[in-house]
C-alpha cells in the first residue's frame, strides 16, 4: 500500500509511512558515518584550512565521501570553487 | 553466571526506570537474587518508582568513592528479599564514574545476585556509556514515535562499538527491543509506528510490548512496580517479558484496537 493510500482513508492522521520513510533515511546516512574512519572530519577540517589559503570557500563546499565496492575503497573529494562555480573533481583510490 | 543487563534508550522518558524497576521485580518474583542500579546521577528517580525513597542513606556514588561499603548502600525491597535497589546520588559528580571504578562495584555484585539491572540515564554522554559499559544484554526502551526510533538506533552503535564486550571483541551484546507506551488504536489507524515498522527499522528482536495505560502511574504515585498490579495490562505485559526473557515462549497480547463502539467512533474518542 503506498502512501497515497494512506492519505485516501485518514486525510490528516496516517503520518506513521512519512515516518517510517524519514528514519529509514536518515538512519541509513547515519549508519554510513558512525562506519566511516575516524579520520574523515579532520581530513575535511585540515584540506579546509589549506585550500582557503588559495582560494575562499565555505566548509559545504567541501564534499568527502567514502565509498565501498567490494574490497575496493573509493574516497571521493568534490570542492566546488565560487568563482565561476567551477568544479574540481579529484579521486582518489585507496585500497 | 550473574548477567548485567542495562535498560536504555538515548532518548529521556520514555519509561526506562519503570521497565528498570518492573523487570527487576520480576526476576525476583520468580526467585533470582536480583540488584537494580540507578545510573541517573543527580536525577535519583528509581528510589521512588520503588518506593524506598525514605530509607536511603548511602549510594552509588558514595560506594564508588569508597565512602560507604555495598552492603551498606543497597536497600532491600520491602516485600521481596530477593530484590535490593542501589540508588544514585543525588548531587551532580560527573567525574565519579569510571570504567575502573564501576567495574570494582559491577564484580562485587556478580559474587551476590544472578541478575544486575543497570537503569540507563537518558542521552549518550558518560553516564549512559558506564551504564551499557559492562552489559551482557540490553533492553533497549522505545516508544513508537519518530525520535525515539532514532535515539534507539544510536544507542544499539554505542552497544556495538562502546561497550566492554564490542572493545575487547567478545560474543556482542544480547540485545532485546522493548516497545513501551504503546497505543493500538493510534498505531491501527496510521497515526503511530506500528510494532513491524519498528522493528524492521532497529533489526532487533521484540521482548515485550507494553500499553500506555493509567496504571502505570498510579504505580508510580504509589512506590510499586507497576508489574505487580497484576490487574493492570501494563502489570501483565512487564510479567510476559520477564517470562520471555528467562526463555519461556509466550505469544505478545494487548496488540489489538480496542473496537469502538458506534457511538465512540461516531463522537470520537
Ligand atoms: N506504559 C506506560 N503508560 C503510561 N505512562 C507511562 C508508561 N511508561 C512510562 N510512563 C510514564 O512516562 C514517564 C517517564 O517514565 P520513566 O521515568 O520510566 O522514563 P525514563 O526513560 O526513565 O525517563 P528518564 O530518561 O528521565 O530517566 C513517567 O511519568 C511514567 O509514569
Ligand atoms: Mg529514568
Known amino acids: ?95 | 553466571m550473574s548477567k548485567v543487563i542495562v535498560v536504555t534508550s538515548g532518548k529521556g522518558g520514555v519509561g526506562k526506570t519503570t521497565t528498570s524497576a518492573s523487570f527487576a521485580a520480576g526476576l525476583a518474583n520468580r526467585g533470582h537474587r536480583t540488584v537494580v542500579i540507578d545510573f541517573d546521577i543527580g536525577l535519583r528517580n528509581l528510589d521512588l518508582v520503588m518506593g524506598c525513597e525514605r530509607r536511603v542513606v548511602y549510594d552509588f556514588v558514595n560506594v564508588i568513592n569508597d565512602e560507604a561499603t555495598l552492603k551498606q548502600a543497597l536497600i532491600r525491597d520491602k516485600s521481596d528479599n530477593n530484590l535490593h535497589i542501589l540508588p544514585a546520588s543525588q548531587t551532580r559528580d560527573k567525574d565519579a564514574f569510571t570504567e575502573e571504578k564501576v567495574g570494582k562495584v559491577i564484580d562485587e555484585l556478580r559474587e551476590d545476585f544472578d541478575y544486575i539491572v543497570c537503569d540507563s540515564p537518558a542521552g549518550i554522554e558518560k553516564g549512559a556509556l558506564m551504564a551499557l559499559f559492562y552489559a551482557d544484554e540490553a533492553l533497549i526502551v522505545t516508544n513508537p514515535e519518530i525520535s525515539s526510533v532514532r535515539d534507539s538506533d544510536r544507542i544499539l552503535g554505542m552497544l556495538s562499538a562502546k561497550s566492554q564486550r564490542a572493545i575487547q571483541g567478545e560474543e556482542p551484546i544480547k540485545e532485546h527491543l522493548v516497545v513501551t507506551r504503546y497505543s493500538p488504536n493510534r498505531a491501527e489507524s496510521g497515526e503511530m509506528l506500528s510494532l513491524d515498522d519498528i522493528q524492521e527499522l532497529l533489526g532487533i528482536d521484540l521482548i515485550g510490548v507494553i500499553p500506555e495505560s493509567e496504571a502505570v502511574l498510579q504505580a508510580s504515585n504509589s512506590g510499586v512496580p507497576v508489574i505487580r498490579d497484576e490487574q493492570s495490562k501494563s502489570g501483565q505485559a512487564y510479567q510476559d517479558m520477564v517470562a520471555r526473557f528467562l526463555g519461556e515462549d509466550i505469544p505478545m497480547r494487548f496488540l489489538e484496537a480496542e473496537k469502538k463502539g458506534f457511538l465512540k467512533r461516531f463522537f470520537g474518542a
Not at chain 1, 579520520?39 to 565555505?58: D, F, G, H, S
Not at chain 1, 575496493?72 to 585507496?94: D, F
Open chain 1, 1 to 95: 500500500m503506498s502512501i497515497f493510500d494512506y492519505f485516501k482513508r485518514k486525510p490528516t492522521k496516517a503520518t506513521a509511512a512519512i515516518a517510517k520513510e524519514r528514519l529509514h533515511i536518515v538512519m541509513a546516512h547515519e549508519h554510513r558515518v558512525a562506519n566511516g574512519p575516524d579520520y574523515l572530519p579532520a581530513l575535511r577540517r585540515e584540506l579546509m584550512e589549506v585550500i582557503t589559503k588559495y582560494v575562499q570557500i565555505q566548509r559545504e563546499d567541501i564534499k568527502v565521501n567514502l565509498e565501498r565496492h567490494g574490497d575496493c575503497e573509493i574516497l571521493e573529494l568534490n570542492i566546488a570553487l565560487p568563482e565561476e562555480g567551477k568544479e574540481t573533481k579529484e579521486k582518489i583510490a585507496a585500497r
